[in-house]
C-alpha cells in the first residue's frame, strides 16, 4: 500500500468514528471548559495527602525540620485545596447535578476546605492503622518502613481519604477513582463506601476485595486474598438490582481473617472470632469463634 | 577502601559482564538503529487508543466538542499509525523473519492501517462491554465511571487491542506486552490469543487469568481470582510441550463465574451456567447447571 | 464560604498537624540534608541494573552493539554505584546506626560496589530463571519474550538483587522498597530474606506470596496465587512474636506448586513432589508425593 | 552557625519580606484564581501559532502531509484558543478593568477567535517578509532555511502577532512580553505598537530598536544596530512625560538602513532613500536621498 | 564506510580524547562527588529570588494571598538555602581554597543564609529600580508591566543578587555565571563587580557593558549599546594586566547616557550631565555638562 | 458571541489556512517520515559535544574521573554519532539532493564519523582560544571559569562545530543553525563560513557580525560591536547579487579591533595593527597601524 491508501484508512475511520460519537455514550464533551476528572491530577492530590500526613516520608522532603515544617504544610495544604476543589467540581460535571456552574464552583471549594479541616483526624486513624502493622509483623523494624513499603498501609489510606471525601458529598466518580488508584498498585480493592474502624492492619492484601456495604470494627486483620463481597442482592420487578441495600459482612472488634477466605453477605462475624484460611463464609459467625477449611 | 579500589570493581564488572555478552541470549543487538518492543511507546499506543475510543475521557481532553472531534481523532490518529507502525517493526525484528527490511517497514505500515480501519469495530464491541458492566453492577452510575474507574474494562480494552493486532499479523511479542501492561495494572491476565465474545464483564478482577485458547461466547461474567487454565498439556517425543493445541475452558453463552473458582482443560462450560466461587472445575459442564463448592 | 474562611480552614489544619507531629512517629526529619529512601531513586537504580543484565533490551538501547557495548556498561555502572551508594546510605539513616557520617558514607560506597562486583554472578542465576521459563512455557518463543513481557521474570530480577543487597549488608528498608515496587507491579510478593535456587519459575503470578525465612531448591516452579506462609510463630514473655525464627516452607528441588496452593509453616516438601492447586498443606511432604484437593 | 541560626535567618527573612508586601507595588495577588501572564504559556501561544504558519517547519511535525494538515490545524487552533483567551483574560485583570469577571472571560475568547480569523492575513504579510529576506540575501538558498535560522524572521513573527493582539484590544502587557521574548532571542527590540508594511527585511539584527510609535512603509530593509527612537519628548506641566504624541520616525517605501545608523524623532524618510552605517540622522531626509557618515 | 568502520572512528576518537585530557587543563575532574557549579541550578536559584523579591510574579503564583504567602515565602527560601549553598560550595571546589571539605560546606551555608538575610534590603532597592523606570518612561503603564517585561530590570535584579553574593564572599564564578545569564537573555552585560546606586534605569539595553571597577551613584540612566569600559591598563615587568586597579568610569547622580555612547577609563562623570548618543568619551566631564558627538 | 461562533472562527482558519498551504512556500511536507532539522536536536548535539570537548565541565559530570572517563566519551560519542547522522541527513532532504534515500543515509552516516574523527583537532583549536581569552584579560582566574560562563567562547565552540560541518559538506542549513543558536544566547554572530585562526579572542562580544567569507588570521582579538561586513556586492545583469565572491575583510594576524568598529569590504587588515572603537574603516590598513576615530 502507498501513502495514500493509509490515509485514506485513517480519514475513513475518523470519519466513522466521528459519527459514532452521536450517541454520546461513549464519549464525553465539556460543556464550558470544565475540568475533567483526572487520574493524574488525583495523583498528585494523593501525593499532596501524603506529604502532609507523614511528613519528611512524602513529597520534596530534603529539608523538613520543625522550624520550616509549617511552610511545608502550608504551601503543600494551599495546593491541595486548589486541586481538590477543581477535582471536586469535575466530579459533579459528571453527575445530574440541576445547580448552576458558580454554585457548583463554590460547593467544591466549600467542600475541600472541609477536607482540609479533617486532615488532623485522618492523620490520627492513619497512626492507629500504623500501629496495628507494625504490632502484629514481626518482620516490621519502625514506623518509617512500614509507611515506604507496606502495600497495606497504601490501600488503607487512599480507602481513608475516598471515604471521607464521600463523607463529605464528593461525587462518587472521584472516591472511586483514589480507591482504583491504590487497587491498581497493591491488588487491594477497598469500596470508598465501606466503614473500617481504628487499628485496621493488612498484610501482603493481593487480592482482597471489601464491598460497599461492609462494617469493619476496630482492630481487625486480613490477609492476602480476602473477600469481604455480596452474596446475592434482591432486584425490583424489571430484574434490576436494588441499589443501597446492606449486603456485605460486618465484622466485629478484633477479627482476623486468613488468606484466601470468603465471606459473602449481610452476615455478622462476632468479636474475637479467627476465620481460617480458604474458608467459604455466609452464615452469621459467633464472637470468640474459630472456623477452618 | 578508596576511590580507585571502587573504580576497578567496576572497571572489572564491566569487562566480565562486557565478555558474558558473547553467547547473545541475554543481550540483544539491534542491527541497523531498528526500533525496540519499547514499553513508553506501547503505552502512548494505549493511550491514543482509548483517547480515540474514549473521547473526551482520555487525552488532551480539555476542549473535546463535536465540532472539533474529528481534528483530534485525525491528530491522534495518524500519531498513533506512526507509533504503531514503528512498534509493529520493532516486533517484526525481534522474530526469525526473513523478509527484507525495507517490505517489513511497509508490511508493518499496511498492519497498522488495518488496525486503524478496525478501531470502529472494537469500539463496537466494548460498547457492549460497557454495557454489560453497567447492567450487572448496582453500583455503577454512567458508563464515564465505568471508563474512567474499572480495572475490569481496562484489561478488556488493552485485550481487545492485543487481540485484533495479532488477527492482523503482529509478532506476538506487541501483543503481549500490551496485555501484560494491563496485567500489572489490574492483577486481570488475559492472553491475547483467547477468543471472547460481545458483553463481557469482569468484577474487581485482581488474579483472573484467561488463557491462550480460551474461547468465551456472549454475556459472560467473571468475578475475581478466576482461572480459565491449562490443566495439562501433550509433549512430544522429546518431551517437549506441542504448542498450538486447544487447550484451555470453552464458556458457552450467559455463563457466570464466582470469585476464585478454577476451570482446568479443554473442557466446555454450557450455555446459562453458574459456577460457584473457590470450585474446581476439570469436566464438563452441562448447560444451565449450578457449580457449588 | 468565602475566601478568609477556606483560608482559616488551612491555616488551622497547618497548625493543628505541625504540632501534631511533636510525636515524630508519623514524620521524618532528615538531620543533615543525607538523602531519603526514595522509591524514584530505587526505580531508576532497577532500570539500571536491568540495562546492565539485559543489554539492549532496557535503557537506552537504540545503539548498543558489541564494540560500544563497555561504554554503555562503564557509564551505567557509574551511575548505578552513585545512586545506589546514596540509597544505601539513606537506608542506614533510618536504621539505629551509631557509626559516625562519614563512617556510614564509606561503608555505603564499600557495600555500592560489592553489589556491582556481585553482577556477574546475578547475571549468571537470572539466565538460568529465564532458561526455565523458557523450557516451561510452550508460549515462549523467545529469550527476548521473556525478558521483555513476563511478569514472573520481573518480580525474580528484583528479588535477586534485593537479595543480594541484604546479604551485604543493606538496611532491610532498601531491599523491602525494591521487592514491593516489583509486588506492586506483578502481584507477586517476594521477601528478600527468602532463599530461592537456580532455575526458578512463575507462571502468572498474582498473589504469590513468598515469606521471609522461606528456603527454595533448583528448578522449582510456582503458579499464580500460592503462599508460601507462617502457620503461626512463637511468642515472647510479652506476647510479642519471636523475630528470625524460621517459619517459611522448604521447598527441596523440582517442586512444582499448583495455582492457589497454600504451604504454611516451617515444613519440607520433599523433591519431584507435585503440589497441586487449591490445597491446603501444613504438614511434611515425603519426596516425590503428588498432594491433590 | 549551626542549623537554629540558619533557621532563624530564613525565618526572620520571611516575616521581614511578608510584611514588606504591605504597600502591594512589588506583589501581585489573584483574587479568584484567576490565570497570571505567564511566558510559558506565551511561549507555548507563539509555538501554536508557527505551527499554523508554517506548518511542517515547527511544531510535532513529523506527519505533515497535505491529507492531514486540516487535523494538525484544527488541534493546534483549537489549543490555540484556548491558551490565548487565558492569557488575554490574565492581561485584563491586570489593567484597571471594571468590567464583571464573566465579561472579561467573555470578551478575552472573542478577542482570541477573532486573533485566529486573522491567522491568514498574518501568514500572507509573513509571507512576503520571507520573499524579502530570500531576495536581499545572497546567503539563503531558500525560504525554509530562512524560516528556520533567520533571527529577523523569529522576530518579525513575534511582532505582527502582538501587533495583531493590541489593534484587536488586549492588554498592552500581552503583546509586550511576546515581543521582549523575540528581544531576548534575537536582540531585536520592535514595539508592538509600531506600524510597519510588506517586505520588511532585517540583517544580522542584534541591536536594533524600533519605538512604539514609528511607521515603516514597504520593502524597508534594516542592519544591525539601528535605532528608530524618540529624540525628545513634550513634558506636562508636572515634568511627566504626555503620552500617545508621535514621536519616533516614518520610513517611506524602499528605505535601507545601514549597521550602527541611529534616526531619532518624528522625522521622515523619503522612499528610496539609503542611510548609510554609524549614522545620526534627527531631521527629514528627501526621498531618494543617500546619507553617509 | 560500514558500521564497523564508523565504530573504528569512535573508538580512535575516545582514545584520544581521553589521552588528550591528561593535562587537565579542558577537563574537570571532581574529587568526591561535590557538586559543580551548574547553570540550570543557578537559573532556578534566580527563579527562586525573583519569586521571593516579586511574590505574584514568578513562581508556581496560582495562589498567593495575604494569608498564605508566609507559606510560600518559607518553602522558597528554605529551598533556595539548600540550593545556594551547594552552589557556592561548588564555586569554593574550583578555586584554590586551601580549605577542609566540611568547613568549606559550613562557610557555604553562612554565606547562603546571610544572603538570605539580605533579600529585604535587595527588594527595597529594587523597588527604587523599577521605581525609576516606571517615572522615565512614558509606555510603562504599571509596575507589574515592568516586571514582567522589561530587560533592563531582568539584568538589574541578577546584578543586584550577583553583586550581594560577591560581597558576602561567594567565589566569582557564581557572581559571573548569574550576570552571564542576563547577559544572555537581555544583551545587557554588568560585571557584579560594578558599585551601582538607587533608581537605576535602563531602557532597551542591547548591548550595553558595565566593567567590574565602575562606580553608579544614584538615579542614573542608560540606553542601549552603552559602553561603561577600560581604556587601558597598566602591565606589570612580565607584560601581564594588573589585577584590580580601578579602570572604569565613575558615574554621578543624576546622570543619563544616550544609546551608543563609549564611557573608557577612571573618569569621572559629574553630577546632572547628559552624554550623548554615540559620543566617545574618554576625559572627565564636569558636574551638569551635556556632552554631544 | 457563543462556542459555535468561536468553532465557526476556528473551521473556517483552518480551512483557509490549509488551502494556502498549496504554494507550498511556507510549508515543509516530509516524504517519508524522514526526520526534520530541529533546534532541540542540534541543541542536544552542541551539548553533547560540549560534554565531550570539555569533559567534566558540561553533560551529567557529577562522577567524571580519568578511570571512567572513556565509558562517558565513548557513550556520548555514539549518541553523537547517532544524532549528527539523523540531522545530516535532515540537512540534506532540505536541498535539491538528487542522491537516492539510502546513499543519502548513508552519506550522513559517514559525515557523522568523519566529523567525530575531527573532534581531538577541534579540541586542540579551542584550547588555544581559551588560553587567548585567559592570557587577555585579567579578570579571568582559571580556564573553568572561561568554559562556564563567557559567551565569546560559546560562540567559538559553535562556529568551529559548524565550521567543521561545512568543510565535510553538510547541508548549509544545519551550520547555520548552530551559528544562530550561539547568535542568540550571545549576540555574536559569526557565518559558518568565515576562516578563524588559532588563539582567536571575543570580549564581552553582543552586536559582533563576522560575514561568511572572511579570512581571520591568528591571534585575534575583537570586542563588542564589531562588524566584519560587505560593503557591497557586485549583481549579475538580472540585479541578482553575486554568490561566492569573496566580499569581506582579512585581518591578518595580532590584529585588535575595538568595540563598535565598522570594517566593510574585501580589503585586508594588516598584521599588528590595531582599529580604535567605533571607527569606520573601508580600505586596506598596513601592518602595524593604529586607526582612531
Known amino acids: 500500500m502507498n501513502k495514500n ?27 464550558d471548559g470544565e475540568p475533567n476528572p483526572s487520574r493524574d491530577e488525583l495523583k498528585e492530590i494523593i501525593e499532596l495527602c501524603r506529604s502532609v500526613l507523614f511528613p519528611g516520608f512524602f513529597g520534596d522532603n530534603a529539608a523538613i525540620n520543625p522550624a520550616t515544617l509549617p511552610y511545608h504544610l502550608g504551601v503543600n495544604m494551599e495546593r491541595l485545596f486548589s486541586k481538590l476543589s477543581s477535582q471536586l467540581y469535575a466530579g459533579m460535571c459528571f453527575g445530574d447535578d440541576n445547580r448552576q456552574m ?24 492513619l497512626t492507629t492503622d500504623v500501629e496495628a502493622i507494625f504490632n502484629g509483623d ?10 515506604l ?38 491488588g487491594i480493592d477497598i469500596h470508598p463506601g465501606a466503614t473500617i474502624g481504628k487499628y485496621f492492619a493488612i498484610d501482603h492484601g493481593t487480592g482482597i476485595v471489601i464491598g460497599e456495604t461492609c ?27 436494588i441499589k443501597g441495600i446492606p449486603r456485605h459482612p460486618i465484622l466485629e472488634d478484633n477479627v482476623v481473617v486468613y488468606a484466601g477466605a ?5 452476615i455478622t462475624i ?17 464472637a470468640g469463634s474459630v472456623i477452618t477449611i
Open 5 to 31: 491508501q493509509h490515509n485514506t484508512r485513517i480519514q475513513k475511520a475518523v470519519q466513522c468514528l466521528a459519527s459514532l460519537q452521536e450517541d454520546g455514550k461513549l464519549s464525553h464533551c465539556t460543556c
Open 149 to 186: 513499603s507496606y502495600p497495606g498501609i497504601r490501600a488503607i489510606v487512599n480507602y481513608r481519604i475516598a471515604h471521607c471525601l464521600l463523607q463529605i458529598g464528593a461525587n462518587i466518580l472521584i472516591p472511586r477513582i483514589i480507591t482504583e488508584m491504590a487497587h491498581s498498585e497493591t
Open 102 to 125: 458558580s454554585e457548583r464552583k463554590a460547593l467544591a471549594k466549600d467542600m475541600a476546605s472541609e477536607f482540609i479541616e479533617k486532615l488532623p483526624e485522618i492523620k490520627e486513624i
Open 138 to 147: 514481626p518482620a516490621a523494624k519502625n514506623f518509617g518502613e512500614i509507611i
Open 270 to 286: 462476632g468479636k474475637n472470632s479467627v476465620i481460617g484460611g480458604n474458608t467459604w463464609v455466609t452464615t452469621d459467625v459467633a
Open 215 to 241: 462494617i469493619i470494627g476496630n482492630n481487625v486483620k486480613l490477609y492476602q486474598g480476602v473477600t469481604l463481597g455480596a452474596k446475592s442482592f434482591p432486584t425490583d420487578a424489571d430484574n434490576n438490582p
Open 262 to 266: 470468603t465471606i459473602l453477605g449481610r
